[in-house]
């Protein structure tokens, strides 16, 4: 199926040999929606993107560009002052307001800035 693709997509005149597609204009990445406790998400926080429904974090992973959706847990942090960083967000699971609905619990860390970040070269 890879070849499949790379094939499409050097027919289509838009890729090089060898690259794939991590996100097309327009599309939005894989929305990560963690179940288990425990489960992580790494990656460097590109952009903030607004949607109908809130705002979700776009991550460079390993895996290509994934979005995370700021919950109602998250607002406190204002996420623009990391984009470049490296973001790690660990669910710890989920708790009932007392309205009744449930908000998702997330611990979440920045890699600590090395003195030598800011200088370009």
Do not use: H, Y
Request: aromatic share 6%; net charge neutral.
């Amino acid at each position: 199926m890879r070849q499949e693709e790379e094939a499409r997509n050097l027919r289509d005149g838009v890729l090089e040999e060898g690259e794939e597609v991590l996100l097309r204009p327009g599309d939005l990445p894989p929305i990560w929606k963690p179940e288990t406790v425990g489960e992580t998400m790494v990656g460097e926080l590109l952009s903030i993107k607004k949607l109908t429904f809130g705002e979700v974090l776009r991550l460079r992973t390993k895996k290509g560009i994934e979005a995370v959706p700021q919950s109602v847990s998250m607002a406190e942090i204002d996420f623009r002052e990391f984009i470049g960083r490296r973001l790690r967000f660990i669910f710890k699971g989920t708790v009932e307001t007392k309205s009744g609905n449930k908000v998702k619990l997330f611990q979440i860390s920045v890699s600590r800035k090395k003195d030598d970040d800011d200088v370009p070269f």
